[in-house]
């Protein structure tokens, strides 16, 4: 997605850095038309580096973060999962039909050990994970190729 922002109010979303986006050139399909499903598909909310670092600020020391984002934003996950003090513990790769590329994944995330976020302690001590540390699983194939 490629944005057009100006400084402060006016019309338009506002944007994490207090910008307000005046258009967007979406770069991977159409946008949505449902107004309830389009916050789902695109990022009008933050995108998904917004969403790691308030996990983190809300989750208990124990918690859990589960979140599904496209696979081609999988760098982004782990960038901002990374910057959150989130570790990511599994990503489930999902394929839609067998033979086709994976579409998105599932990764579940912890508080790392000893970050604090809003004066809480987070993580278990059981280590940080970074890519490729065999967090990644078998993918899932919803369906084989005849359908």
């Known amino acids: 997605v490629d944005f057009k922002t100006k400084k402060g109010g006016g019309g338009g979303t506002a944007a994490s850095d207090g910008n307000v986006v005046e258009s967007a050139v979406i770069r991977q399909g159409a946008m949505p038309t449902?107004?309830?499903?389009?916050?789902?598909?695109?990022?009008?909310?933050?995108?998904?580096?917004?969403?790691?670092?308030?996990?983190?600020?809300?989750?208990?020391p124990d918690g859990t973060f589960v979140v599904c984002e496209n696979w081609l934003n999988d760098g982004r996950v782990w960038d901002g999962a990374e910057r959150a003090g989130l570790d990511v513990t599994s990503v489930l790769p999902v394929v839609g039909r067998e033979g086709k590329p994976t579409l998105f994944a599932v990764y579940t995330m912890r508080k790392r050990a000893g970050k604090e976020m809003n004066g809480q302690r987070g993580g278990n001590g059981d280590g940080a994970q970074r890519r490729g540390d065999?967090?990644?699983?078998?993918?899932?194939?919803?369906?084989?190729?005849?359908?």
């Not at 967090?135 to 899932?140: A, E, N, Q």
């Open 34 to 60: 449902s107004v309830q499903s389009a916050p789902a598909r695109c990022e009008f909310r933050g995108g998904v580096e917004a969403y790691c670092a308030t996990a983190s600020s809300l989750l208990s």
């Open 134 to 147: 065999g967090v990644t699983r078998t993918p899932l194939v919803v369906r084989d190729r005849e359908g």
